[in-house]
T-cell receptor, first 116, second 113 residues
């Protein structure tokens, strides 16, 4: 079974530039999550989708971050414009069922973003 | 607000010994708790889940305890091996529907041969 795929793996941009990350979840997984992991910290949930609807985006900085999940499969996360403090690893995860409380989350390798 | 604390200092142990990692939480009562392993440059990998009504859960050399009175979980690796070296994250359910997890900052474990 293929895992969660993410691209690119690394990205370096200047502040105020835009960047987009892509995630392809495990086939058949209804729920998709985007996390931000700053160095030395645990992952922080940015947004959660169930199929193509948003379940939770309470910690997404909506003035600069946006995400979509078209057709309930792949997802993109965009930052526009980027700030220095956005430097982090962006992790995508998916789970099989409806995002139930005990569903196992499967993580992708992440995209390491450096903002200069 | 909900707060999760893991040992901030790295844990260094000798091969064959038991590693014990701690996860403490405050300000709420999670229905369950999960432990993940994260290697450098990779995403977290799920290890174990324990529910609030379970005191202990085991999987091979791993054991997790959940003390809702102390608001603490302990994660044990017995007969540790250098391959167990990684960062270990605990994650608690947020109390909301939908499976949202709140992660601790992780503890780095180093097992020396």
């Amino acid at each position: 079974e293929a895992g969660v795929a993410q691209s690119p793996r690394y990205k370096i941009i200047e502040k105020r530039q835009s960047v987009a990350f892509w995630c392809n979840p495990i086939s058949g997984h209804a729920t998709l999550y985007w996390y931000q992991q700053i160095l030395g910290q645990g992952p922080k949930l940015l947004i959660q989708f169930q199929n193509n609807g948003v379940v939770d985006d309470s910690q997404l900085p909506k003035d600069r971050f946006s995400a979509e999940r078209l057709k309930g499969v792949d997802s993109t996360l965009k930052i526009q414009p980027a700030k220095l403090e956005d430097s982090a690893v962006y992790l995508c995860a998916s789970s099989l069922d409806s995002g139930g409380n005990t569903d196992t989350q499967y993580f992708g390798p992440g995209t390491r973003l450096t903002v200069l | 607000s909900q707060k999760i604390e893991q040992n901030s200092e790295a844990l260094n142990i000798q091969e064959g010994k038991t590693a014990t990692l701690t996860c403490n939480y405050t300000n709420y009562s999670p229905a369950y708790l999960q432990w993940y392993r994260q290697d450098p440059g990779r995403g977290p990998v799920f290890l174990l889940l324990i529910r609030e009504n379970e005191k202990e859960k085991r999987k091979e050399r791993l054991k997790v305890t959940f003390d809702t009175t102390l608001k603490q979980s302990l994660f044990h690796i017995t007969a540790s091996q250098p391959a167990d070296s990684a960062t270990y994250l605990c994650a608690l359910d947020s109390g909301n529907q939908g499976g949202k997890l709140i992660f601790g900052q992780g503890t780095e474990l180093s097992v020396k041969p």
